[in-house]
């Protein structure tokens, strides 16, 4: 941990050694006093390598443990180290640099334990195809219903936490192994962390494949369901023991 | 049932408790998981040895046919056995992911100390 510095930025990575020295050379441009974390999920290119050769740190997991896996290692040893704040940041280029600044500047108001970066509320031109928009639109239906507040983009990738915040994501149990999405968030915000979503630039890949494609997005849109209900449950039964 | 198929049945019911104490030697199993299966080959070599608990118990419980009622129970075990076995991959998954991420950091950390002292 350098000195004087309380956030470190996380990058998980499979497979991008197309995109990640141009991201890490963007936020080393932004010449903030953070520390740059990229966990190499089990990559099979030079991932691990171009990382190290721009002088930066890297987590390797021996084999890929999914986006949540790696993201999770990257907590964890952010609450060892002692860093009041975690950015996660993806590898692929779609996020802009700059946005951690305005994520930074929201958490360290205090009011705020999760600040969420939305690809739309408004600044930039994000296209999604129709499946996704589809999972998106009920995802965000669910959380309005469930906990009250408007989440317009539930799967971003772009998020600030406070300690509190990944502390508990770091505990075993508490975060997904895949993907975190819809039912992490609806599980935060029952839990009483509070939750804020700004207006992001979200760009197109630099270069490579998304993970949600095809036939895979319905899976996933199965899965999300019931991991949500299964959350839901679970509050529930947590609110009768506290009542009991 | 006739005295060939008895036998075959109880053949195969010697044939399972044997690979299954054989797996338990070898370390292939171990005892808690051996059990199921022990107790599944048991259930083989009394229905073999004594067909009428089959008859007797079909009557009872209203079956027609009793055959069916040994593939009702068989199906209803074999289900049991699967359920066991996912909770079980689950909670070793849940291990094996924490297992690894503490691993990767250790080694992290050992690289950057090796990278202080170096430089």
């Given at each position: 941990?350098?000195?004087?510095?309380?956030?470190?930025?996380?990058?998980?990575?499979?497979?991008?050694?197309?995109?990640?020295?141009?991201?890490?050379?963007?936020?080393?441009?932004?010449?903030?006093?953070?520390?740059?974390?990229?966990?190499?999920?089990?990559?099979?290119?030079?991932?691990?390598?171009?990382?190290?050769?721009?002088?930066?740190?890297?987590?390797?997991?021996?084999?890929?443990?999914?986006?949540?896996?790696?993201?999770?290692?990257?907590?964890?040893?952010?609450?060892?180290?002692?860093?009041?704040?975690?950015?996660?940041?993806?590898?692929?280029?779609?996020?802009?640099?700059?946005?951690?600044?305005?994520?930074?500047?929201?958490?360290?108001?205090?009011?705020?334990?999760?600040?969420?970066?939305?690809?739309?509320?408004?600044?930039?031109?994000?296209?999604?195809?129709?499946?996704?928009?589809?999972?998106?639109?009920?995802?965000?239906?669910?959380?309005?219903?469930?906990?009250?507040?408007?989440?317009?983009?539930?799967?971003?990738?772009?998020?600030?936490?406070?300690?509190?915040?990944?502390?508990?994501?770091?505990?075993?149990?508490?975060?997904?192994?895949?993907?975190?999405?819809?039912?992490?968030?609806?599980?935060?915000?029952?839990?009483?962390?509070?939750?804020?979503?700004?207006?992001?630039?979200?760009?197109?890949?630099?270069?490579?494949?998304?993970?949600?494609?095809?036939?895979?997005?319905?899976?996933?849109?199965?899965?999300?369901?019931?991991?949500?209900?299964?959350?839901?449950?679970?509050?529930?039964?947590?609110?009768?023991?506290?009542?009991? | 049932?006739?005295?060939?198929?008895?036998?075959?049945?109880?053949?195969?019911?010697?044939?399972?408790?044997?690979?299954?104490?054989?797996?338990?030697?070898?370390?292939?199993?171990?005892?808690?998981?051996?059990?199921?299966?022990?107790?599944?080959?048991?259930?083989?070599?009394?229905?073999?040895?004594?067909?009428?608990?089959?008859?007797?118990?079909?009557?009872?419980?209203?079956?027609?046919?009793?055959?069916?009622?040994?593939?009702?129970?068989?199906?209803?075990?074999?289900?049991?056995?699967?359920?066991?076995?996912?909770?079980?991959?689950?909670?070793?998954?849940?291990?094996?992911?924490?297992?690894?991420?503490?691993?990767?950091?250790?080694?992290?950390?050992?690289k950057e100390?090796r990278r202080q002292?170096n430089s």
């Amino acid at each position: 941990m350098e000195p004087g510095t309380d956030c470190l930025i996380l990058i998980p990575a499979y497979n991008e050694d197309q995109n990640i020295g141009r991201v890490l050379q963007e936020i080393r441009s932004l010449e903030l006093n953070v520390d740059i974390l990229v966990i190499n999920d089990g990559s099979q290119d030079r991932t691990e390598t171009v990382v190290e050769e721009a002088g930066e740190k890297v987590i390797a997991l021996p084999y890929n443990l999914g986006y949540g896996g790696a993201l999770q290692t990257g907590f964890k040893y952010a609450a060892v180290m002692g860093y009041d704040y975690v950015l996660q940041f993806d590898a692929d280029g779609q996020h802009d640099s700059e946005d951690i600044l305005i994520i930074l500047d929201h958490l360290k108001t205090g009011s705020y334990d999760i600040v969420i970066g939305s690809r739309f509320l408004g600044r930039g031109s994000f296209k999604t195809g129709l499946m996704k928009k589809i999972a998106i639109s009920l995802f965000r239906f669910i959380i309005k219903v469930s906990t009250g507040i408007r989440i317009t983009d539930p799967t971003s990738g772009l998020q600030g936490l406070t300690r509190k915040v990944f502390c508990h994501y770091a505990t075993i149990g508490n975060f997904p192994e895949d993907f975190p999405d819809a039912d992490t968030l609806i599980c935060s915000i029952l839990s009483g962390y509070r939750v804020k979503e700004i207006p992001v630039n979200i760009k197109e890949r630099y270069s490579g494949k998304s993970m949600h494609v095809g036939l895979k997005t319905v899976f996933y849109l199965i899965k999300m369901l019931i991991s949500i209900w299964v959350v839901l449950i679970r509050k529930k039964m947590q609110a009768e023991v506290v009542i009991k | 049932m006739s005295g060939t198929v008895k036998l075959i049945i109880f053949f195969l019911g010697v044939v399972f408790v044997v690979t299954v104490m054989y797996l338990l030697v070898k370390r292939k199993i171990n005892e808690r998981n051996s059990l199921f299966w022990l107790a599944g080959s048991l259930i083989i070599l009394l229905l073999a040895t004594t067909p009428d608990i089959l008859e007797i118990t079909a009557r009872i419980i209203g079956v027609d046919y009793p055959p069916t009622l040994l593939f009702l129970l068989s199906i209803l075990v074999i289900l049991f056995i699967l359920l066991y076995q996912s909770i079980q991959i689950s909670v070793l998954q849940e291990k094996c992911r924490e297992l690894t991420q503490h691993l990767a950091i250790a080694n992290f950390g050992k690289k950057e100390k090796r990278r202080q002292e170096n430089s």
